[in-house]
């Protein structure tokens, strides 16, 4: 199947003397289709992407380029973020002893140190395993078990939750700390670095070595890990940032996810450092604290989530952002009333995209030129996307009815040893668990995950468009729409909101909003019933828990 039209690879010599990972990888009928149609994605046999992302500057004279900056007035070159990459590489293999195929844990906040960690690891031939900042030591350990992790960099801010994870970790045999008070801890990893020689010579893997494994416990659920080759990285530069961000090599990023998710990975580490940009890494990215990075470091393009927006269109006012021309949202599906308040704010029309851990980054999207609110986009350069309905079958394009999302591209679905490789991935397919449709346009248009689809007397429901609507209302802050069970209708439209400060709940209000939904969309959708809460349930990435809000209805 992989191929014919659409190309193949023509494979290295694997440099991976731990061979834990490849020999994980799904069998090659349970893998997707790869398609490698644009030129960009002719990847040579041996590729190790810190080479291309990193080395290639400093090795064609820019080296003196601003590459990463943070809080502290840390301001590092492309040949300063190489030296200290190659140094702690070089604490990596010469002092832990790592080789190739090694899977190492990297905790940390988003810091330039962070960054350095990541392509030390690349670079020595390791394999990166990303933690978010807030794991517990429950979840390391599931984390350390599942990916057999011997190595890890910890800041040293986070280090108890590992310490106490490591009685369970007899895998985990050499850790070092990071950025550490500053204090004279003999073993901090900067204190090793520094006695190091600033030149590494990069680990010549394969372009389909595994170099990252990204753990998604989806919204439910034990943890999956989502491999990606070297060339994966470099494929997720090749299409989406040049076709529809078009960022300039004078770009300066910031943005909110963590380095461990893919959305951050890419946006705020790949994308940037492959066009020679800089970007601006900031621990704390929180809407209130996001508005002044950005005014402070002059950033010019800004990733995060649709709530985020949403939060910050409110502050805009207090904070000097003119140097911002790029605005982008993942993660959630952005509602056009967030759309809206962002542009009136800023005059920014956002990018939305949609991407996921599995195909790495975005594969559906739109420029500012072709936003249309309340639709994704189109497929992304490099990438197919087909809707198929309940039988596998592709619905004809345009057709505007709804199916499940599915896609192909030079990225891919790559479990580490997991039973739901074959749920992602159908007849070379990657099915994201989404319902859309593709309008007349060409756009597609999401309409939920596939299992939060409301089903009530008869009629499909989607949550999102429900919370679009009400997040029109003036006094909505933020909401989430479930479907709870119930013995006539078989689920009920129940919607969670936030109010805005200066308005209270009640009976009164619930009227409200349910007339201004009836208004607003088909008034079958409307909300039965309204429940205020103070916040709503989300991931550490954004997200919207709609389970949780599900089990607590
Ligand atoms: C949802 C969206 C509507 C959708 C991600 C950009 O979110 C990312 O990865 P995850 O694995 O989740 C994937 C799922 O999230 N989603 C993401 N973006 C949108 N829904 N509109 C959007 N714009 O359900 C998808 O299947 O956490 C996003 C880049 C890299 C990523 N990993």
């Known amino acids: ?53 990193l080395d290639r500057w400093v090795a064609q004279g820019d080296g003196g380029r601003i590459a990463v900056q943070g809080h502290g007035g840390v301001r590092w070159s492309y ?54 900042p807030l794991l517990r030591a429950r979840e390391l350990a599931t984390i350390v078990e599942k990916a057999q992790v011997s190595h890890a960099l910890c800041d040293e801010r986070l280090a108890e939750e590992l310490e106490l994870a490591r009685p369970q970790c007899p895998a985990l045999t050499h850790v070092r700390h990071f950025n550490g008070a500053g204090g004279g801890e003999a073993q901090a990893l900067e204190t090793l670095a520094a006695a190091k020689p600033a030149t590494f010579t990069n680990v010549d893997t394969a372009a389909d070595d595994i170099c990252l494994m990204a753990f998604t416990s989806g919204t ?32 300066v990023f910031i943005g909110s996810p963590p380095l461990a998710f893919t959305f951050g990975l890419g946006g705020l580490l790949a994308f940037p450092l492959a066009i020679g940009a800089s970007t601006v890494l900031v621990e704390k990215a929180t809407p209130d604290a996001l508005l002044p ?15 985020s927006y949403r939060a910050m269109a409110a502050q805009v006012a207090q904070h000097d952002l003119a140097s911002l021309r790029k605005c982008v949202s993942a993660g959630e599906a952005l509602p056009a009333a967030t759309r809206k308040l962002w542009k009136d704010a800023t005059g920014i029309e956002i990018i939305d995209g949609i991407g996921s851990t599995e195909l790495f980054h975005i594969f559906i ?4 030129a072709h936003a249309k609110p309340g639709a994704t986009g189109f497929v992304v350069p490099g990438y197919r996307a087909a809707i198929l309905d309940d039988e596998g079958r592709e619905l004809p394009q345009r057709c505007g009815r709804v199916g499940r999302l599915a896609i192909k591209g030079p990225t891919g679905c790559k479990y580490l040893d997991d039973p739901r490789q074959a749920s992602y991935v159908r007849n070379g397919w990657n099915l994201t668990g989404d319902a859309y449709l593709q309008d007349a346009d060409g756009q597609f248009v999401y309409q939920a995950r596939t299992d939060d689809m409301i089903i009530s007397g008869g009629y499909n429901i989607a949550g999102p468009e429900v919370e679009s609507a009400l997040l029109l209302h003036p006094a909505v802050a933020e909401c989430g729409v479930i479907g709870r ?69």
């Open 1 to 53: 199947m992989a191929g014919s039209s659409s190309g193949s690879q023509a494979a290295g010599a694997t440099a991976h003397v731990d061979t834990f990972a490849r020999d994980r990888l799904p069998a090659p009928a349970a893998l997707p289709e790869f398609i490698f149609e644009l030129p960009e994605l002719r990847f040579p046999p041996c590729l190790n992407c810190a080479g291309a992302l």
């Open 79 to 132: 040949a300063e973020l190489q030296a200290r990459a190659n140094r702690i590489a070089r604490v990596l293999v010469e002092d832990m002893g790592l080789v190739p195929g090694n899977r190492v844990l990297l905790r940390g906040a988003n810091s330039p140190m962070l960054a350095a960690c990541w392509f030390a690891v690349v670079k020595a031939g390791g394999i990166v395993v990303g933690t978010m």
């Open 485 to 553: 069970p119930d013995e006539a209708r078989g689920m009920v439209v129940k919607a969670f909101v936030v109010l805005r400060p200066g308005h209270t709940g009640g009976a009164a209000m619930v009227g409200t909003l349910q007339e201004f939904v009836k208004q607003t969309i088909a008034p079958y959708k409307y909300p039965r019933e309204i429940e205020f809460r103070s916040s709503l349930p989300r991931t550490e990435t954004g997200k919207l828990q709609r389970f949780r809000l599900r089990e607590g209805a």
């Open 293 to 307: 990075a950005i005014a402070q470091f002059k950033a010019t393009v800004c990733f995060t989530a649709p709530t």
């Open 365 to 368: 999207s739109a420029d500012e």
């Open 220 to 251: 439910t659920g034990v943890p999956k890990a989502a491999m990606h080759f070297h060339r994966d990285v470099m494929a997720a530069c090749a299409c989406w940032p040049p076709h529809v961000l078009r960022a300039t090599a004078d770009d």
